[in-house]
């Protein structure tokens, strides 16, 4: 009688379960990678097909937890994208090979775990609107089905006798080769190559769907967008108002962060665990809701609409005090007062909504948007440069003044007038303030934390930032002394950070610096310590140093 997968008998030796279940595990995991790993693949080839890890890391994402954000921030920082990555091809891969384990003994179990996983995948998929559901339940058959069958033809290597066998006494009925060390087993190493192939072909396959899919943005990036020229967009974009940096806008000190961030360090934070592939030909950005008109601009009509430069410093709601989640640029864009003007926002809109094409959705006040005194934007240049895949290419809200989570739409498909009290937006829902603007903070970026330093002259620099009040002075506190007044760069304007700097005769010893700002209101940085939830960290940024 044929030896089943269903029921595999381990005749004796306290060790052989252990073996076969092993074997069982390996098949299991490697499976699953398989499945992801065809995921990556067919989603790199095939537009509107989901990756199977990011269809189940958006629902991981959706679904957290408020306070969930602050922590994977905090550990992770930008890497964050990559970690949730990692966690959920890790978690999949270990749960395939429990899967294997107990399909070794009922083959349903495997059917039923992959039914339900290609169900739960699809039901992922159905929140992103880049995927087509139709493209995702054929990419989730495929992947699932290919990996179920190798799932099984690795339980029937694995399921061979001698795995149970090898540890059994001689004196039992076994086959010819049961007392042959491991190594020399025929079926044993078939089964150990098939799964290693296995392995290393899923690997392959994975690496080079997941480059197709990182990849695919950045050549829209290079290919649809006009060239630049001398540092300016070509004739074919609208002329900008120009924004000069001002005399004095940057101190000279080694290590300081730059006034200008450039593009490829800037940080990033979103939501999004790939970057989503927008075309411009079929893009448009939509004016909707509670206006007169409504109104759709496709990227050639918003290029050719009047636009201006400004240098603006964003920030993440989940930046700690002294971390790095903030950044200025210059960006170029077209007047979003003007755009809603054209539209007719009607009496009582008192929310502006930002979509995104993946369907992340930010909520900022009306008012805020159309002060006089303040000059939001569609923005489509980074630095004098398209804007990067990965910050929001082809067009994406600036809005001086307000953390990113209630403004900075990236990737941007809308724009609806509506209520502060008819909708919340993504983190609203989960917990965090509708109202944020950025706090009045300050960073020491010279010297590092714990840092070792020779006595005697010492500088001592950073950034200050309060957008759009500005900063009107940053202080310092040593070993919790009198503060002490640094000299500061000339502001690009109050929307910017400004740098700062102030030398110190350092004596050996043990020190802590503090350092605060004051804003253009004359508000003090409190020292009062926050987490970033709900609203943003508060608190002085403090390190300890050494001289000797």
């Known amino acids: 009688m044929a030896t089943s997968t269903a029921s595999v008998p381990a005749r004796t030796g306290t060790r052989a379960p252990a073996r076969a279940d092993f074997a069982a595990f390996i098949a299991g995991a490697v499976s699953a990678g398989l499945a992801v790993a065809i995921g990556e ?62 399909a070794r003994r009922r083959w349903e179990v495997a059917v039923g775990a992959w039914i339900v996983a290609a169900i739960g995948i699809v039901f992922a998929s159905t929140s992103d ?63 150990l190559f098939a799964a290693g192939g296995v392995a290393v072909g899923s690997v392959v396959l ?31 974009v609208a002329p900008a108002d120009s924004a000069a940096l001002p005399a004095g806008a940057a101190i000279n000190v080694d290590g300081i962060t730059p006034i200008v961030m450039p593009n490829d360090q800037f940080y990033r934070i979103d939501t999004a665990l790939i970057v989503p592939h927008v075309r411009v030909t079929g893009w448009s950005v939509k004016v909707t809701g509670m206006v007169d008109n409504p109104l759709e601009f496709t990227y050639d009509q918003l290029r050719a609409m009047p636009q201006f430069e400004q240098y603006v410093t964003i ?65 489509l240049l980074m630095n004098d440069k398209p804007l990067p895949a990965e910050h929001g290419f082809p067009a994406r809200l600036i809005i001086p003044g307000l953390y990113g989570y209630v403004s900075a739409t990236k990737w941007l498909s809308e724009i609806e007038l509506t209520t502060l009290d008819a909708f919340d937006a993504y983190w609203v829902r989960l917990g965090w303030a509708k109202e944020a603007p950025i706090l009045t ?26 957008p759009d009040r500005g900063i009107s002075k940053v202080e310092i506190s040593i070993d919790g002394g009198d503060w002490q007044t640094t000299t500061t760069s000339t502001p690009i304007s109050d929307a910017t950070w400004v740098q700062w700097k102030l030398d110190w005769n350092a004596e050996p010893g043990q020190h802590a610096i503090e350092v605060r700002a004051t804003d253009g209101t004359g508000a003090v940085q409190t020292a009062d310590r926050t987490p970033p939830a709900p609203d943003g960290a508060r608190g002085h940024h403090t390190i300890g140093v050494s001289v000797q």
């Open 315 to 379: 920030a993440c709601v989940s930046n700690q005090v002294g971390d790095k989640l903030v950044g200025n640029a210059k960006w170029t864009g077209v007047h979003l007062k003007s755009v809603l003007q054209q539209a007719g926002v009607q009496s009582g809109a008192t929310q502006i909504v930002g979509r995104s094409v993946d369907g992340f959705t930010v909520g900022m006040p009306t008012e805020w948007v159309m002060a006089p005194d303040r000059e939001p934007m569609i923005a």
């Open 206 to 236: 994975g690496v080079i769907g997941r480059n197709l899919l990182t990849a695919g943005a950045d050549v829209d990036v290079g290919e649809v967008l006009p060239p630049t020229t001398g540092g300016k967009p070509a004739a074919t």
């Open 41 to 102: 693949l067919i989603a790199g080839l095939v537009s509107g097909a989901p990756s199977l890890v990011i269809a189940i890391g958006n629902l991981v994402i959706a679904l957290q937890p408020p306070g969930a954000k602050d922590v994977v921030v905090s550990l992770f920082g930008t890497n964050d994208k990559l970690a949730v990555n990692l966690i959920i091809l890790v978690v999949g891969v270990l749960v395939g090979g429990l899967v294997g384990v107990a």
């Open 441 to 466: 903070q300050s960073r020491i970026d010279v010297p590092r934390a714990g840092q070792t330093l020779a006595a005697g002259s010492i500088v001592i620099a950073g950034v200050a930032w309060a």
């Open 129 to 191: 609107p880049l995927v087509n559901l139709v493209i995702a339940a054929v990419t989730v058959i495929i992947s699932l089905g290919i990996s179920l069958f190798v799932l099984r033809r690795l339980l029937l290597l694995g399921a061979d006798p001698v795995w149970a066998q090898v540890t059994q006494p001689a004196d039992l009925d076994a086959p010819s080769h049961a007392g042959a060390p491991a190594a020399a087993n025929p079926q044993r190493r078939q089964f």
